[in-house]
Structures are given as C-alpha cells and as structure tokens.
C-alpha cells in the first residue's frame, strides 16, 4: 500500500462528511465564540491519541501476541462493518450533551474523530510494515488535515452539499470502504492460506 491508498482509506474511515451533522449538533449549543476554539482543541486531541496507537500499535501487537494475517482480516471486517453504517444509516444520534457544555475528548475527539475503526486500522498499518512509519504518519496527517479542514468549514460545506448530498457522498464513500475491507479480508487469507501450506 502506497502513501495516497493510505490517505484515502484512513480519510474514508474518519468520514468527515458523514460526522457533519454531529459535530454541528454538539457544537450548537456553544458560544459561537468558542466553538472554533473547541473545535481544533478536540481535532488535535483526536491527532495525537491517533499517533500514540500508529507508533504503539507494533508493541501492542507483540504483546498480545497477534500475527498479521489475524489483524488483517479483523480488520477487513471492522471497516466492513462501518461502511455498512454508511451505505444503510440507522436511525438515531449521537447521545448529546446538556445544552451549553462544552465537550471535551468525548464524544468529538473519541469516538467521532479517532474511533475504534481508525485506531485498529492504524495498529495494522503499523504491524504490517514497521519500515514504512513515516510514510504512514504522513498519510495520518494529510487524512486528518483534509477531515479537520472540511469540520472546520462545517457550514460550508452542509450549505453547498445539503442533507442530501451529504448523504450520497457518505454513501459513495462507503462503498469504496466497502471494497478495500473486502481486500484487506482476502489479503489476510491469502496470508494465512500461505503460511499453513
């Protein structure tokens, strides 16, 4: 995997035109003042708990005694699993805060920006090749840098996208998710398949 193939799935995993809606509910009820402020404090909390698993993410692996074929497929079927969530929504939020508090880490930062997802997808790029870690730090950092830039502008882009198209790029986006699981899936088997032969 290549640094743009990285940028992308990690990008498609953060999913900042689907976590729009969320961000711009929760952060309603702040002082419009603060709300900007709020806002890059949480996407660089969310940064760094991100950075601490892709550089962790070896250690914790070895720890745990995990070989890469069996991290790749459960990570195959977690990003399953999410693009499913984009492609069929379901009904319901995001579980709010009492109008006028201000969030911090939780829920804007984790699970919203650094979910489980990413965190699991970034201790397997870690695991996969450990001689790449720039590499993937810069993919970390462009995807997150996109994500933070379309959150920021969060009124923007809900104006020229609307409900509508928000929803059909969330979906699109989580049918090329949907493609690279399935990859990641096949690629673990086949490693698998490979080792016991």
Do not use: C
């Given at each position: 995997m290549?640094?743009?193939?990285?940028?992308?799935?990690?990008?498609l995993?953060?999913?900042?035109?689907?976590?729009?809606?969320?961000?711009?509910?929760?952060?309603?009820?702040i002082?419009?003042?603060?709300?900007?402020?709020?806002l890059?404090?949480?996407?660089?909390?969310?940064?760094g708990?991100?950075?601490?698993?892709?550089y962790a993410?070896?250690?914790?692996?070895?720890?745990?005694g995990?070989?890469?074929?069996s991290?790749?497929?459960?990570?195959?079927?977690?990003?399953?699993?999410?693009?499913?969530?984009?492609?069929?929504?379901?009904?319901?939020?995001?579980?709010?805060?009492?109008?006028?508090?201000?969030?911090?880490?939780?829920?804007?930062?984790?699970?919203?920006?650094?979910?489980?997802s990413?965190?699991?997808t970034?201790?397997?790029?870690?695991?996969?090749d450990?001689?790449?870690?720039?590499?993937?730090?810069?993919?970390l950092?462009?995807?997150?840098?996109l994500?933070?830039?379309?959150?920021l502008f969060n009124?923007?882009?809900?104006k020229?996208?609307?409900?509508?198209?928000?929803?059909?790029?969330?979906?699109?986006?989580?049918?090329?998710?949907?493609m690279?699981?399935?990859?990641?899936?096949?690629?673990?088997?086949?490693?698998?398949?490979?080792?016991?032969?």
């Amino acid at each position: 995997m290549d640094i743009l193939s990285a940028t992308v799935m990690l990008f498609l995993i953060m999913d900042p035109l689907g976590n729009l809606p969320i961000f711009a509910s929760i952060l309603r009820h702040i002082d419009p003042k603060k709300r900007r402020r709020v806002l890059i404090r949480e996407l660089l909390i969310s940064l760094g708990i991100m950075l601490i698993f892709l550089y962790a993410g070896e250690a914790m692996l070895g720890f745990l005694g995990l070989r890469t074929e069996s991290v790749s497929i459960a990570g195959g079927i977690i990003l399953f699993l999410i693009a499913i969530r984009m492609i069929f929504p379901q009904p319901g939020g995001v579980v709010g805060l009492a109008a006028g508090e201000e969030p911090f880490i939780v829920p804007l930062a984790i699970p919203l920006m650094a979910g489980p997802s990413i965190l699991a997808t970034l201790i397997l790029l870690a695991h996969t090749d450990s001689s790449r870690m720039t590499d993937w730090t810069i993919a970390l950092i462009i995807s997150w840098g996109l994500s933070a830039i379309i959150l920021l502008f969060n009124g923007l882009f809900t104006k020229v996208l609307g409900e509508k198209g928000l929803s059909a790029v969330e979906r699109l986006m989580g049918m090329v998710l949907v493609m690279i699981s399935v990859q990641m899936f096949l690629d673990g088997i086949a490693k698998y398949l490979g080792t016991t032969a």
